[in-house]
């Protein structure tokens, strides 16, 4: 928790330095908050470095990002509706009740 913070905070300078608005909060959002603690699961239960296979999905996260921008892929999200936002939504608070009652069984 401690080092996301840290990563906002400098990630939240420099991005307000450059975006014009000294203003903008970014914040980690909740699909986020889930990806990070299931990619920890995963690197738990096989012994795999955390840092070095988070950095590993962020290049992957890359590639994918800069063919999507060759090949102009944000002209699909024509065809998404108001209901696939919804169903995100509920996938988010699913993940979130889930992870709360693991929680509580747990203890």
């Known amino acids: 928790v401690r080092k996301t913070i ?3 905070s400098i990630g939240g300078v420099i991005y307000s330095l450059f ?3 000294p203003l903008v909060i970014p914040l980690t959002t909740a699909p986020l908050a889930i990806f ?3 990619i920890r699961g995963i690197c738990d239960d096989y012994n ?7 950095a590993c999905i962020g290049l992957w ?3 994918f990002l800069i063919l999507g921008g060759i090949f102009n892929v944000s002209l699909l999200m024509k ?3 108001r209901s696939t936002e919804e169903v995100i939504a509920l996938f988010i608070s699913i993940a979130f009740v889930v992870d709360a009652v693991k929680g509580t069984v747990k203890n």
Do not use: R, T
């Open 19 to 21: 975006a014009g608005s």
């Open 61 to 63: 996260n890359c590639f």
């Open 79 to 81: 065809l998404f509706k």
């Open 48 to 54: 795999l470095d955390f840092p070095a296979f988070y």
């Open 36 to 38: 990070i603690s299931v």
């Open 6 to 8: 840290i990563g906002q």
